[in-house]
């Protein structure tokens, strides 16, 4: 199956920035994929996601900050977060649906592979 590893979490100050890494076992040029993320006591939710053409979409609370990108050749997810808060803080998720879409989905039942997560921790 396709395995996914997210690296690139840590610890800053709010107003730091972040970016996060996704390495996939197989090409991922033609995938759909997502970054989730998961604080404790609180469901997981999508906070960028990119579809089969490039196009992207982010969660209200990270539009203008965040910016998730695909590096076809280096088969990488990234997402690239800057002015953090301590609401981002929480477990993030790199996720991808194996084959064509053309339309970035935040819910998590549209994708079928999981990777382990990176923490991100803010602290104000």
């Known amino acids: 199956q396709v395995q996914l590893v997210e690296s690139g979490g840590g610890s800053v100050q709010a107003g730091g920035s972040l970016r996060l890494s996704c390495a996939a076992s197989?090409?991922?040029?033609?995938?759909?994929m997502a970054w989730f993320r998961q604080a404790p006591g609180k469901v997981r939710g999508g906070v960028a996601a990119?579809?089969?053409?490039?196009?992207?979409t982010y969660v209200e609370s990270v539009v203008g900050r965040f910016a998730v990108s695909k590096d076809n050749a280096k088969k990488i997810l990234y997402l690239e977060m800057n002015n953090l808060n301590p609401r981002d803080t929480g477990m993030y998720y790199c996720a991808a649906h194996e084959y064509v879409r053309y339309t970035p989905d935040l819910l998590s039942s549209a994708y079928e592979h999981w990777g382990r997560g990176t923490q991100v921790t803010v602290s104000s």
């Open positions: 197989v090409g991922i040029s033609l995938h759909s």
């Open positions: 990119i579809d089969s053409g490039g196009r992207t």
